[in-house]
């Protein structure tokens, strides 16, 4: 994987990036999905949010967190009191990864590998540098793991609160860790009440912080 960062313009803001990100072939996943989904929201969010990489939805639609996780994520975002709208949305890695289930064309998402995170990553940067938010929570070891090495464990460390002091960063950032959505829709029953109610826990610890 050569990586995104050849693609990534020197200049501009998020408009910018979303446009030349269309064309980028950092790694493989731009053949077999439809598109890339880009990041949505203020280009001065102070709060911004990192998910794993677009879905069967998002990858048609182009846009994040429009699918099931999404719907999960809209319900968790208004228990913590915190409007969608104002925030910045995005995903560690922008193609959809998949494969075909063996009858019928449904398509199954499959993890991104390590080495398509840190191809990714010069976009999440980019974003990053463009949106100077406050505070970046990441959803799910995928995203925790491109920013704060493969050493964090959302498991142990999930709704912590820690300097994002990245050298490729121009102004360092607070960062907290939590669950993927899709990790709370996998549960039922008391499991999934309990998971759910932790997911807006922490997310409403990130709007305090950010106020
Ligand atoms: N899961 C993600 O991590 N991101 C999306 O955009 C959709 C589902
Ligand atoms: Fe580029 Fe990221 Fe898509 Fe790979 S997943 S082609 S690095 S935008």
């Known amino acids: 994987h050569p990586g995104a960062q050849a693609w990534v313009p020197e200049t501009g803001g ?32 102070r ?4 998910g794993e990489q677009p879905g069967d939805v998002e ?13 999960l994520l809209d319900q968790a975002l208004e228990e913590a009191g915190i409007e969608r709208s104002r925030i910045y949305l995005t995903n560690a890695v922008k ?3 998949f494969e075909h289930v063996e009858r019928g064309n ?14 990714c990553r010069p976009w999440l940067i980019a974003e990053l540098n463009a949106v100077k938010p406050d505070l970046v929570v990441a959803l799910g070891a ?7 090495g493969t050493g964090f464990r959302v498991s142990t460390q999930r709704g912590e609160l820690f300097d994002l002091d990245l050298a490729e960063l121009d102004e360092p950032c607070e960062f907290l860790a939590t669950v993927h959505p899709s990790a709370v829709i996998r549960l039922s029953g008391d499991d999934r009440d309990e998971a759910l109610s932790r997911f807006i826990a922490d997310l409403a610890k990130a709007a305090e912080t950010v106020g």
């Open 142 to 148: 995928t995203a925790a793991q491109s920013l704060m």
């Open 59 to 71: 990858d048609q639609e182009g846009e994040p967190f429009v699918g099931p996780a999404g719907r």
């Open 106 to 119: 449904r398509r199954l998402h499959k993890k991104p590998t390590r080495g398509e995170a840190v191809a």
């Open 95 to 97: 193609h959809f990864k």
């Open 14 to 45: 998020i408009t910018e990036l979303r446009k030349a990100a269309r064309s980028c072939e950092g790694c493989d996943l731009y053949r077999e999905a439809t598109q890339t989904v880009f990041g949505e929201g203020p280009a001065k969010a």
């Open 47 to 50: 709060l911004f949010l990192v």
